[in-house]
């Protein structure tokens, strides 16, 4: 009997167990950090900026103390001189000293002015100069100051031109047309006389071109120095050969009294007599014989 030849694997030997591999979680400190050189160099940058900002902060918080004591200090001064300014007498003006045309017009002046016992520093040259030219005898007015108390008016006076009576009262009317007080006589000045019932007052103006009429009237008629007016005729004349001239308004007097001249040579020549002559308008002249 044959024996078999068997043949039997051999058994393998167990596997081994792998033991799970655990990475140990390494403990890392700050100073092990701030051993690398990209860290430090963000750690030093960081300390520069914020060292930076608390000196900044210092800084500007020093001088917005030192501007707040520098502010009170130049307060106090100024109110502490003010007031050692504004209590010293020397600085009170005790009257203005006035340069004006005339005598009378000194007093006026003076005061309207209103300086007198007022401190140098709360006097305005302008608002004085205003209230001294609203006078209606002061054309212009101009203000001078001067340290300690001194204050200086000079005035210049409306100067007359013709004398205008109106409703018993007689004025003197300057070159703009102006009425004013009149004062003393008043040689070589045409005479006005308004016919009409109308108030006037100190300060009231004449329409224009009444003055400059008048004057030129004044100029070509030498012998006419008395003129009279009324607001429907305008000027007017009484001629000494025994009528009344109507000139009316405008600048063309001359033109005015050529045609005057004209008309009564013509009627005299005839041996007519007027009672009055228009010329208010030149184009249609008109006449009333006696």
């Known amino acids: 009997m044959s024996k078999r030849h068997t043949s039997r694997r051999k058994p393998r030997p167990p596997a081994r167990r792998r033991r799970p591999v655990t990475r140990a979680s390494a403990s890392v400190t700050w100073d092990d950090l701030s051993k690398s050189p990209h860290l430090r160099q963000d750690n030093t ?24 004591w520098i502010s009170l200090f130049i307060l106090v001064a100024t109110a502490t001189a003010l007031y050692l300014l504004g209590s010293r007498p020397q600085f009170i003006v005790n009257r203005a000293a006035v340069s004006a045309d005339n005598s009378s017009s000194t007093v006026m002046v003076a005061e ?13 040259p302008h608002q004085v100069a205003d209230r001294v030219a609203s006078l209606p005898n002061i054309q212009r007015a101009a203000v001078n100051i001067a340290w ?12 007359p031109v013709l004398v205008w009576v109106q ?9 703009d047309g102006v009425f ?22 100190i300060g009231d103006r004449l329409p ?46 001359n ?11 013509d009627l005299m020549s005839r041996g007519l007599r007027l009672e009055y002559l228009s010329v208010m308008n ?4 008109f006449y009333k014989l006696i």
């Open 45 to 68: 940058r960081e300390d520069h900026a914020l060292t930076w900002r608390i000196q900044v902060s210092n800084a500007v918080q020093a001088i917005s103390r030192s501007s707040r």
């Open 208 to 253: 224009d071109g009444i003055v400059e009429a008048a004057l030129q009237v004044n100029e070509l008629k030498s012998g006419i120095t008395a003129l009279s007016y009324t607001g429907q005729n305008g000027l007017a004349y009484d001629d000494p050969r025994q009528f009344r001239v109507f000139l009316g308004y405008g600048p063309d007097m």
């Open 112 to 124: 309207a002015s209103e300086v007198d016992g007022v401190h140098i520093f709360f006097i305005d």
């Open 148 to 159: 300690p108390n001194r204050v200086l008016v000079v005035a210049n006076d409306r100067q």
């Open 255 to 265: 033109q005015k009294l050529a045609v005057v001249d004209a008309i009564v040579e």
């Open 282 to 285: 030149t184009e249609k002249p």
């Open 180 to 201: 004013m007080h009149a004062r003393g006589g008043a040689a070589g000045l045409v005479t006005v006389t308004c016919e009409d019932d109308v108030p006037v007052h």
């Open 167 to 175: 409703k018993g009262g007689r004025y003197w009317i300057d070159e």
